[in-house]
């Protein structure tokens, strides 16, 4: 990618925020359809889940993205990934148990769970798209 010439490096870049932009609002938008189709705004409490979930990463572990993949010796960065993954299972087991106990229908628990995974890919390639190295996802 260095042999590149800048202004089509600039162009690589500017696709994938937009990219990034459009995994992000695409979440967004089945998060509130899967409220307003059906008429119940019971879906919403996975937006807790999904402000919750990177700060602990964010204080603990920093803006180093190289110790979510690597074995760790710091007590803090451990604790900073169990949060993480509880409030991720949280965000699943939202819309599940809401389901379960008959206050949303089929259509929003698949939006929900569209949401999530929408969300989920455009983080990944959040994180794959910043590494230095050449071992990118783009």
Not at 15 to 25: D, N, R, Y
Not at 73 to 96: E, H, Q
Not at 103 to 126: D, K, N, Q, T
Request: glycine residues 8%.
């Amino acid at each position: 990618m260095s042999d590149l010439p800048r202004r089509m490096r600039a162009c690589l870049q500017s696709g994938k925020l937009a990219m990034l932009a459009i995994l992000v609002s695409g979440g967004i938008v089945l998060q509130i359809l899967a409220c307003a189709l059906y008429n119940n705004w019971w879906p919403m409490l996975t937006v807790l889940m999904y402000v919750l979930l990177p700060m602990p990463l964010i204080f603990f572990a920093g803006f180093d993205t190289s110790s979510l993949y690597s074995e760790s010796t710091s007590g803090w960065v451990d604790a900073a990934k169990f949060m993480t993954g509880a409030s991720t299972v949280g965000s699943i087991a939202i819309p599940v148990i809401l389901k379960h106990s008959g206050v949303i229908g089929w259509g929003a628990l698949a939006m929900e769970l569209s949401s999530f995974f929408v969300f989920a890919l455009s983080i990944l390639c959040y994180l794959g798209s910043n590494e230095d190295d050449g071992y990118t996802m783009f």
